[in-house]
């Protein structure tokens, strides 16, 4: 048989809660194969099986596979029949013939045994296998970063080999820590933390405000491509498009010049915040990052979360810039990121913004607002995108 073996890690400490998230990281990697012709995906004893026929492609599962959270490592593997009383001839011809065509001048065999009652233990199926190959092919055994690395799992009545093993993102299944709406712009910051959160079981439902009508479609074409990209990591996603430019140009009209940029952030919660209940969401995110810019000091980040009842998550707050780029690069993102475009937040922006608001002061300016009305124009304009991977003209459920 060939087959993916997959492995998770933290899923494993779950105790009694495991079998559920076991079932849902089953029913992910069900739906992100579904296209591709997979015969089945079956839990097994500590690892998923992923039945493959024999024509199916490898590269587009492997690449798949690397975005699902929950997987610690998978591979590419074939099944032998394990013989009781310990005969191994059967699984050192099929091991032999499966390294015949590789490169490589050393190696070592990984067994592990999930069934103890095996008359041998791993240590011994390792030492079998190594000398066989060594008999076979000529090459000598490394215990320590060798070329090649054969990893054997056993089971009860068959055992799996492999010859590469594949690194997954980890975390946890998507869905499995409820749901979260999370306020994202057209930069660096908050498809990255869109990402922290999902790996950490959360299904994502994403909030943009846009500039229009004062500036192009630009901020919200990459912001769609953004929520495209990360659509890969939990299949289904729903995006809120918040024209922002009018309400900018109230606060403008009303508010002093250094304060815009809290009176902003302000509104944005509000209106996020009244998507998010409506989504049911738990909680919001951002991508601030502490110190970051003058709206992310902590006095700021203060006087911004106080307008929200729902709780708000920064999982970028510690991380500085260069640790953010280089996450958001190994995620797909960056590139979409960094194309130029007019995002709202730096529309209407004063060229000295307040950077140590007091909370009563900007409840003072923003009692010179109808605030509940603000919170409504921007609600009856937006616009509902939803994306699904892999993509098919129905919504996923």
């Not at 997987?71 to 032998?80: D, E, G, N, P």
Request: glycine share 8%; net charge positive; aromatic share 6%.
């Amino acid at each position: 048989m060939r087959c993916a073996i997959v492995h998770y890690h933290e899923l494993a400490l779950k105790g009694r809660n495991r079998p559920y998230f076991q079932n849902r990281l089953v029913r992910h990697l069900r739906l992100i194969l579904r296209d591709l012709g997979i015969g089945q995906v079956d839990a097994l004893t500590g690892r998923i099986r992923i039945t493959l026929a024999d024509d199916t492609p490898w590269e587009p599962i492997k690449a798949r596979l690397s975005r699902v959270f929950g997987v610690a490592h998978f591979s590419l593997a074939h099944s032998v029949p394990l013989s009781q009383d310990g005969n191994l001839e059967s699984m050192k011809a099929a091991i032999g013939e499966a390294v015949a065509g590789l490169a490589f001048n050393t190696f070592r065999v990984s067994t592990k045994r999930a069934d103890k009652r095996y008359p041998l233990t791993s240590i011994d199926v390792d030492r079998a296998i190594g000398e066989s190959l060594c008999a076979l092919t000529g090459k000598r055994v490394r215990l320590g970063k060798p070329d090649l690395n054969i990893q054997i799992e056993m089971l009860t009545r068959e055992a799996y080999y492999s010859v590469q093993r594949e690194a997954g993102p980890g975390g946890l299944p998507v869905g499995v820590s409820g749901k979260v709406a999370c306020l994202i712009s057209g930069g660096i910051d908050s498809p990255v933390a869109a990402y922290r959160m999902m790996k950490r079981g959360c299904k994502t439902a994403f909030v943009h405000f846009h500039g229009r009508p004062f500036v192009s479609r630009a901020s919200e074409d990459k912001v769609r491509e953004l929520v495209q990209l990360l659509t890969q990591y939990q299949l289904y996603s729903r995006l809120y498009l918040i024209p922002f430019g009018e309400i900018q140009r109230q606060i403008v009209l009303g508010a002093p010049a250094p304060f815009r940029i809290v009176l902003y952030r302000r509104m944005m919660l509000r209106i996020a915040e009244e998507l998010a209940r409506k989504e049911q969401c738990w909680a919001m995110v951002t991508g601030d990052s502490l110190g970051q810019v003058a709206s992310q000091t902590p006095e700021n980040l203060v006087v911004v979360e106080e307008a929200a009842q729902l709780p708000l998550l920064r999982p970028l707050i510690g991380m500085d810039k260069i640790e953010i780029t280089e996450q958001a690069e190994r995620i797909g993102t960056f590139e979409t990121s960094i194309e130029p475009d007019q995002d709202c937040c730096r529309l209407f922006v004063p060229p000295h913004p307040i950077t140590r608001a007091h909370l009563d002061r900007v409840k003072k300016i923003e009692h010179g607002f109808d605030l509940g009305a603000m919170v409504k124009q921007g609600l009856e304009k937006a616009e509902l995108a939803e994306y699904s991977f892999p993509p098919r003209r129905e919504s996923l459920p």
